[in-house]
Nanobody
Framework: QVQLVESGGGLVQAGGSLRLSCADS????????MGWFRQAPGKEREFVAA????????LYADSVKGRFTISRDNAKNTVYLQMNSLKPEDTAVYYC??????????????????WGQGTQVTVSS
């Protein structure tokens, strides 16, 4: 059974940091890449970051490069998103996702097939 549960969202001032976690209790992500997306009100869901199973291959959206870091602890079946230097435009619901394969090449929605329910991140100016 697929169960991805995000946590760690909240309200933070611009320039602050948050760390999101996504626990995969169903171990759906075994051997697969995982990623994070976000969706702001009135906007389409957009790719944020992805990481393959063993860790060396990462992909980031240009808007978060140098500020966000994706990591995972496979022993805990958990993926993280460390978000630093947050900006008001980072405000969105953040979703974790399990990729279809062990590599994400483009950050497109159709590269993923399992999704969490999301956690709200609000950055105040």
């Amino acid at each position: 059974q697929v169960q991805l549960v995000e946590s760690g969202g909240g309200l933070v001032q611009a320039g602050g940091s948050l760390r999101l976690s996504c626990a995969d209790s169903g171990r759906t992500s075994l051997g697969r890449a995982m990623g994070w997306f976000r969706q702001a009100p009135g906007k389409e869901r957009e790719f944020v970051a992805a990481l393959n199973w063993s860790g060396p291959n990462t992909l980031y959206a240009d808007s978060v490069k140098g500020r966000f870091t994706i990591s995972r602890d496979n022993a805990k079946n958990t993926v993280y998103l460390q978000m630093n230097s947050l900006k008001p435009e980072d405000t969105a619901v953040y979703y974790c996702a399990v990729a279809k394969y062990n590599r994400v090449y483009y950050g497109k929605l159709n590269e993923f097939d399992y999704w969490g329910q999301g956690t709200q991140v609000t950055v105040s100016s």
